[in-house]
């Protein structure tokens, strides 16, 4: 369904790129449905704004469009350096070593003031899950680390060094473990805490967990750790809004997200956008001097098949939402 008048010409044209993306050490959730979404052409400007291993962007890039690609992690800017449309003239591929928080001032750097569409891929990335010295997971022992851009504080910094109530207020924040003190509580009893797979045990005991449960409980925990030493939630606040001011009228923002958390600021970020927020009481006034949307042609939720679960089993919890951008000016407070 076409989503602008944008998307009804481009409808018209032939000769449309195949999309056919190159191998990759991991494999991009949702990635028909992204593309779609973003519909690339030739000599449009897009931004990657999570690189991570080039799922989106090798797609983007084979639809024809020049990429603006994000990562704060040096290892997936590393691997993004050695692609041969980094050193296309002009280059097709601009690596930028930088939060997506920060598009704004980079694209501004890079002489580009409106963009054509921005994705956004949000959490960590296979690539850091799947490599043991990075402490992700806990799914093979590593050093407590859990930061996308490798500096401190890290994880490790954060269970030795923080008090009990603070760790329990992100446990539960970020989260969403019930039995936040409880684990709290036995962290800071087991301190020092150098290893993935030392905090997981300690949470796994706190939390009686028998083997063979569907899921380890020790899941919560970490998924909480790392949002808050890497500042997950408030970089995605700030990069939304960062979306808004660089897309052009018809610009397609998409977004996927993991968890209820990510998906929640999302949501409501496009409905607040395309002023379809939930409204007070029908019994009052209608507020007068309504701003016109920022966004229109919000798309429902749309999560992934149950063949991509199959066989991407890390889709299972994916969720993408897209939008159009309007003509209305970006909130000035958005940056």
């Given at each position: 369904?076409?989503?602008?008048?944008?998307?009804?010409?481009?409808?018209?044209?032939?000769?449309?790129?195949?999309?056919?993306?190159?191998?990759?050490?991991?494999?991009?959730?949702?990635?028909?449905?992204?593309?779609?979404?973003?519909?690339?052409?030739?000599?449009?400007?897009?931004?990657?704004?999570?690189?991570?291993?080039?799922?989106?962007?090798?797609?983007?890039?084979?639809?024809?469009?020049?990429?603006?690609?994000?990562?704060?992690?040096?290892?997936?800017?590393?691997?993004?350096?050695?692609?041969?449309?980094?050193?296309?003239?002009?280059?097709?591929?601009?690596?930028?070593?930088?939060?997506?928080?920060?598009?704004?001032?980079?694209?501004?750097?890079?002489?580009?003031?409106?963009?054509?569409?921005?994705?956004?891929?949000?959490?960590?990335?296979?690539?850091?899950?799947?490599?043991?010295?990075?402490?992700?997971?806990?799914?093979?022992?590593?050093?407590?680390?859990?930061?996308?851009?490798?500096?401190?504080?890290?994880?490790?910094?954060?269970?030795?060094?923080?008090?009990?109530?603070?760790?329990?207020?992100?446990?539960?924040?970020?989260?969403?473990?019930?039995?936040?003190?409880?684990?709290?509580?036995?962290?800071?009893?087991?301190?020092?805490?150098?290893?993935t797979g030392e905090l997981a045990?300690?949470?796994?005991?706190?939390?009686?967990?028998?083997?063979?449960?569907?899921?380890?409980?020790?899941?919560?925990?970490?998924q909480a750790i790392r949002i808050?030493?890497?500042?997950?939630?408030?970089?995605?606040?700030?990069?939304?809004?960062?979306?808004?001011?660089?897309?052009?009228?018809?610009?397609?923002?998409?977004?996927?997200?993991?968890?209820?958390?990510?998906?929640?600021?999302?949501?409501?970020?496009?409905?607040?956008?395309?002023?379809?927020?939930?409204?007070?009481?029908?019994?009052?006034?209608?507020?007068?001097?309504t701003p016109s949307p920022r966004?229109?042609?919000?798309?429902?939720?749309?999560?992934?098949?149950?063949?991509?679960?199959?066989?991407?089993?890390?889709?299972?919890?994916?969720?993408?939402?897209?939008?159009?951008?309007?003509?209305?000016?970006?909130?000035?407070?958005?940056?």
């Open positions: 369904m076409p989503h602008d008048g944008r998307r009804c010409r481009r409808q018209g044209r032939k000769g449309k790129a195949q999309v056919t993306p190159a191998p990759a050490p991991h494999v991009p959730v949702l990635l028909d449905e992204v593309i779609r979404e973003l519909d690339p052409r030739p000599g449009d400007v897009i931004i990657d704004a999570t690189f991570g291993a080039g799922g989106y962007t090798r797609a983007i890039l084979d639809a024809g469009a020049t990429v603006h690609a994000f990562d704060r992690d040096p290892d997936a800017i590393a691997a993004g350096a050695q692609w041969p449309e980094t050193r296309e003239v002009p280059p097709r591929l601009v690596l930028h070593a930088r939060r997506f928080s920060e598009m704004v001032e980079a694209m501004e750097e890079a002489g580009i003031a409106q963009v054509d569409g921005i994705a956004m891929d949000i959490g960590v990335s296979s690539m850091q899950l799947d490599r043991a010295e990075r402490g992700f997971a806990f799914s093979s022992d590593g050093p407590l680390d859990m930061t996308m851009d490798r500096t401190r504080p890290n994880a490790a910094d954060f269970v030795n060094d923080a008090d009990e109530a603070a760790i329990a207020d992100v446990l539960y924040t970020f989260g969403e473990e019930r039995q936040s003190r409880r684990v709290a509580r036995a962290i800071v009893a087991a301190r020092p805490l150098t290893t045990a300690v949470v796994r005991k706190a939390l009686g967990h028998r083997p063979g449960q569907p899921k380890d409980p020790a899941t919560r925990s970490f808050h030493v890497n500042g997950e939630l408030d970089e995605l606040r700030r990069g939304l809004a960062a979306a808004e001011r660089l897309l052009k009228e018809g610009g397609r923002l998409a977004v996927v997200s993991f968890h209820s958390l990510e998906d929640r600021i999302v949501k409501t970020f496009l409905r607040d956008a395309a002023n379809v927020s939930p409204r007070g009481s029908r019994h009052l006034p209608e507020a007068k001097d966004f229109g042609h919000l798309t429902k939720a749309i999560r992934p098949s149950a063949a991509e679960i199959d066989r991407n089993p890390r889709a299972r919890s994916s969720t993408l939402r897209a939008a159009t951008r309007t003509a209305a000016p970006a909130r000035e407070h958005a940056a």
